[in-house]
């Protein structure tokens, strides 16, 4: 079955710790998204990327980087310049306009939390 | 720059009962709408779209969804509710430049 699978799905984080959160998905998709996910917030974007070795900043992009290096993979590193790193973080994938484009198919997410 | 608004952070209904989650959305050119579904500790799951064609969308577990031009609403819809539809709800809308935007989500209780 075609999916996105996220890892870990749970993940602690020490004070001034950089950590990297896993995004594959075998869905063929071009377009792979960062969201991270606060209560009452909604999501908001980090990053995305449209094709391998490019991506471009979301919303809230600082204290963040991301990588491209295949089109199956889209990890986020969360840096120690991020001073409130505790939220849920979802990975989604697409197809472009002009591909049919049908929605975002979401990861089931990673919960980060800052010990 | 398109945006979508949930109005309602919570809508509580009694099981077998009507319910509508609200939506209301902002898009230069034609709107793409969707929306999906978030159960705790998960990712968000599709349950319908609008792209083209007729207002009225059927989507995943019985849940419908009516487009509205005039008033710029999608609202989610379900004729009888069950406890197991209790979860957060997310609208989405995306411009032409494939630029999704999502509402801040409605949290939907069923009670028994």
């Known amino acids: 079955d075609g999916g996105i699978t996220q890892s870990p799905k749970y993940l602690f984080r020490k004070e001034g710790q950089n950590v990297t959160l896993s995004c594959e998905q075998n869905l063929n998709h071009d377009a792979m998204y960062w969201y991270r996910q606060d209560p009452g917030q909604g999501l908001r974007l980090i990053y995305y990327s449209q094709i391998v070795n490019d991506f471009q900043k979301g919303d809230i992009a600082e204290g963040y980087s991301v990588s491209r290096e295949k089109k199956e993979s889209f990890p986020l590193t969360v840096t120690s310049a991020q001073k409130n790193p505790t939220a849920f973080y979802l990975c989604a994938s697409s197809t472009l306009p002009g591909q049919g484009f049908d929605g975002y198919t979401f990861g089931s997410g990673t919960r980060l939390t800052v010990v | ?112």
């Open chain 2, 1 to 112: 720059a398109q945006s979508v608004a949930q109005p309602e952070d919570q809508v509580n209904v009694a099981e077998g009962n009507p319910l509508t989650v609200k939506c209301t959305y902002s898009v230069s050119g034609n709107p793409y709408l969707f929306w999906y579904v978030q159960y705790p500790n998960r990712g968000l799951q599709f349950l319908l779209k609008y792209i083209t064609g007729d207002n009225l969308v059927k989507g995943s577990y019985g849940f419908e969804a009516e487009f509205n031009k005039s008033q710029t609403s999608f609202h989610l819809k379900k004729p009888s509710a069950l406890v197991s539809d209790s979860a957060l709800y997310f609208c989405a809308v995306r411009d032409n430049n494939n630029d999704m935007r999502f509402g801040a989500g409605t949290r939907l209780t069923v009670k028994p």
